[in-house]
């Protein structure tokens, strides 16, 4: 089972739309989790950590659910400059190392 | 504020040669992470460097190696380098751990012939 799991989509919507990605982590222990925005042939760009009551930012919605070890992240209102690579990005540790495990990925395309 | 800049952009090299990456970190942080990106893959954590030392390792062999420089900026060293080691190689720093928001260089496009 891969550490972190996303859905690689693409996920082709329209403008306008609401468009959810979710994300599975393995280890238990993990605390930190983020949500990553990365364009074509672009470096990857924090769009927003998620903490555990769930946060919001304008119009991206994350939650947390530790007892199910899953991470989502809703967008409303879809734009054309979402289109995007979205990566959930979650912290492991092991033998005393602190590391961040990237998901492959969820690719968004918006559509006019 | 400056950000992360990472050198060279791009590079070929052949099987079995050596390659030095380099990376500035942003003003104000003070750890280095370094991750490689294959196509279509999220990126794969290599390394961390904090205060000069490594802080924290991957499922990388030693033939990938780095260092940190007083002033923060950090080398990746990949020694014999094989056909899989094709990759974007992405320099990311932080004020501290992985806890912290990562912020990435532009990356360096490898690519062994």
């Known amino acids: 089972r891969k550490e972190v799991e996303q859905d690689p989509g693409p996920f082709n919507v329209p403008e306008g739309a609401t468009v959810a990605f979710n994300c599975t982590y393995s280890?238990?222990?993990?605390?930190?989790f983020f949500w990553y925005r990365q364009d074509c042939r672009k470096e990857p760009k924090l769009l927003m950590s998620v903490y555990s009551s769930g946060n919001e930012d304008g119009r991206f919605t994350a939650q947390l659910n530790r007892a199910s070890q899953y991470i989502s992240l809703l967008i409303r209102d879809s734009k054309l400059s979402d289109s995007a690579t979205y990566l959930c990005?979650?912290?492991?540790?092991?033998?005393?190392?602190?590391?961040?495990?990237f998901g492959t990925g969820t690719r968004l395309q918006v559509f006019p | 504020e400056t950000g992360v800049t990472q050198s060279p952009t791009h590079l070929i090299k052949t099987r079995g040669q050596q390659v030095t990456l380099r990376c500035s970190s942003q003003s104000g942080h003070n750890t280095v992470s370094w991750y490689q990106q294959a196509l279509g893959q999220g990126p794969q954590f290599i390394f961390q460097?904090?205060?000069?030392?490594?802080?924290g390792r991957g499922n990388f062999p030693p033939r990938f190696s780095g260092l940190q420089f007083p002033n923060y900026s950090s080398e990746l060293n990949v020694n014999a380098l094989e056909l899989d080691d094709s990759a974007l190689y992405l320099c990311a720093s932080s004020r501290g751990g992985v806890d912290q928001p990562q912020h990435f260089g532009d990356g360096t496009r490898l690519s062994i012939l």
């Open positions: 280890n238990s222990a993990s605390q930190s």
């Open positions: 990005v979650v912290n492991a540790r092991a033998y005393n190392t602190d590391k961040l495990i």
């Open positions: 460097y904090y205060r000069e030392e490594e802080n």
